[in-house]
């Protein structure tokens, strides 16, 4: 039998100890994580925004600019411009663009730009309670007519046809005699216009989630017919509403400017949109700005409307 001796040589292919650094290292691994845990959310957030503002559109970016810029003129004008938007300066009557007036004066010397920035409250406000008044009575007749079903849908369907089949400014200037000039009024008959747009959109909806499994589940289990439209019908059904509220918006806008350009709206000197438009038109060949730049604002603020609008029934706000 052969005996091996082990020599001081076969220390080679023993294992190695363990270093020192091994734990050294351990605990940096260990440490590491912990120390860099607070710091990960804030650059992951900041990651997050920053790829989803590189994939939001641009045209949807400048599309939610106008709106906060024109919401901000109606909000706080002050901070916009120092001019008085009723009181003219003597002297400065049709001046054009210039330094002391950023967009020109009108024939009795007010700064067009205040008259802009000041007007935006009273064309805002007026959209506002336009859409208000369309979305209730709208989303009212809707629900009632594709939840209840039967005569109650036809009767209510039937008279949506009716209103639908007049013109909106025809409905509107109707109503407008009726209640009065004014902004206010002007906006109440807009919204009125628009209920029948609301009502059947709502109600189409509504027969669409009327019919879906989980909503007859909730039938089904002894939910009361008001809880199961007020907890599962109308939530799922305001979607395409909201989109539509937004588009409607914008209308109202053009509809309350039309409405202020024919004189039904807002009185003099107030500096409604539309009635700026109409001051300016007689001078239209020598001062160009009285009705450009209201006009350019409206159309601006329309189209930001509709960009949103889309944006929104795409599922992108």
């Known amino acids: 039998m052969t005996t091996h001796a082990h020599t001081a040589g076969d220390g080679l292919l023993a294992a190695p100890a ?16 912990a120390s860099s845990a607070p710091h990960a959310a804030p650059v ?19 599309a939610w600019a106008v709106i906060a810029l024109v919401a901000l003129w109606a909000l706080v004008p002050g901070l916009f411009t120092g001019h008085n938007p009723i009181q003219g ?16 004066t009108d024939a009795l010397g007010r700064d067009v730009y205040a008259r802009v920035v000041h007007g935006a409250v009273h064309s805002l406000s007026g959209a506002f309670v336009a859409v208000a008044v369309g979305l209730v009575l709208g989303t009212l007749l809707g629900l009632v007519a594709g939840s209840v079903g039967r005569w109650v849908d036809d009767a209510l369907m039937r008279t949506v046809d009716v209103l639908l089949s007049v013109p909106p400014l025809l409905l509107s200037l109707s109503i407008i005699i009726i209640l009065g000039f004014g902004t206010i009024n002007a906006a109440i008959a807009v919204g009125v216009a628009s209920v029948a747009t609301f009502a059947r959109l709502v109600r189409s909806e509504v027969v669409r989630v009327r019919r879906t499994e989980y909503v007859e589940a909730a039938f089904g289990s002894g939910g009361r017919f008001s809880a199961v439209l007020w907890r599962h019908v109308l939530p799922n059904s305001l979607t395409s509403v909201i989109a539509m509220a937004a588009l409607q918006f914008g209308s109202a806008i053009l509809s309350i400017s039309t409405l202020g350009f024919l004189g039904y709206g807002a ?14 038109r007689n001078y239209i060949s020598t001062a160009w700005w009285l009705t450009t730049v209201p006009g350019v604002v409206v159309v601006a603020v329309v189209l930001s409307a509709n960009r949103i609008s889309a944006a929104i029934a795409k ?3």
């Open 315 to 317: 599922g992108r706000p």
């Open 89 to 104: 300066t003597a002297g400065h009557q049709l001046q054009g663009p210039s330094a002391a007036h950023w967009l020109g």
């Open 267 to 280: 009185p003099p000197p107030t500096p409604e949109w539309g009635l700026l438009i109409a001051e300016g």
């Open 18 to 33: 363990p270093s020192s650094a091994a734990p050294a290292l351990q605990r940096v691994a260990a440490v590491s994580p």
């Open 44 to 62: 992951s957030l900041l990651a997050r925004s920053t790829r989803a503002l590189r994939a939001t559109p641009p045209t949807l970016l400048l």
